[in-house]
Structures are given as C-alpha cells and as structure tokens.
C-alpha cells in the first residue's frame, strides 16, 4: 500500500530579512546560524532532464531547480545546497534526482 504525502499550508515567517516558507526551515536556519552563513536568494538551477546536466541554455525542455538555502561554514568556507522537507516526505527519487541535479 502505498501512500502520497500531504503538505499541511505552510506559515511563512521572516527572519533577518529573509522570508521562510515554514518553521521548519526557520528551525534549521536557528541551528545553523553559528557556524554558517546563509542565502536564502534564490538561485536556480537550470537542467537537462535527458542528462541532469547544467546548462547557461534555457530553452524547451529545460527545467529549473531552485534549492532553499546555499549555506557557507564560517572557518573553512564549505558551501553546500540544502533542501528542507519534513519527516514524512520520503519521495526518494525525487530527492536522489535532486541530488543528482546538485552535485553535477
């Protein structure tokens, strides 16, 4: 049997100029902000779906991807894309895709 997750509606929050879509993410960001520098400006990732490869090219059939936050730690300068989803969404193959999609 196989189930679909339901977002509930989320409550927007702003936080240091930042517009949050949830508490989730505003919980994250609270847990980060020490040792992190974030940006929560939306930068896009335009693909191929054939080959998730990055492209500068929009055209037809090119898709978007836009993470939640780019992260930056404050004494090595590791930077990493992160996507917030709660516990009970477990779309594996969309978050690999996702992945894959970032990594490349």
Do not use: W
Not at 17 to 34: A, F, M, V
Request: glycine share 2%; aromatic share 14%.
């Amino acid at each position: 049997m196989s189930t679909t997750f339901q977002y509930l509606p989320a409550k927007p929050i702003s936080y240091r100029g930042c517009l949050l879509h949830s508490t989730l993410e505003l919980k994250y960001i609270l847990t980060i902000e020490d040792d992190y520098e974030f940006l929560r400006e939306y930068c896009s990732i335009y693909y191929d779906p054939k080959t998730c490869l990055p492209t500068s090219y929009i055209k037809e059939g090119i898709l978007k991807y836009t993470p939640d936050f780019i992260i930056r730690h404050r004494t090595n300068n590791e930077a990493y894309l992160v996507e917030i989803k709660p516990a009970g969404f477990d779309d594996t193959t969309y978050l690999q895709s996702h992945q894959v999609i970032a990594e490349n």
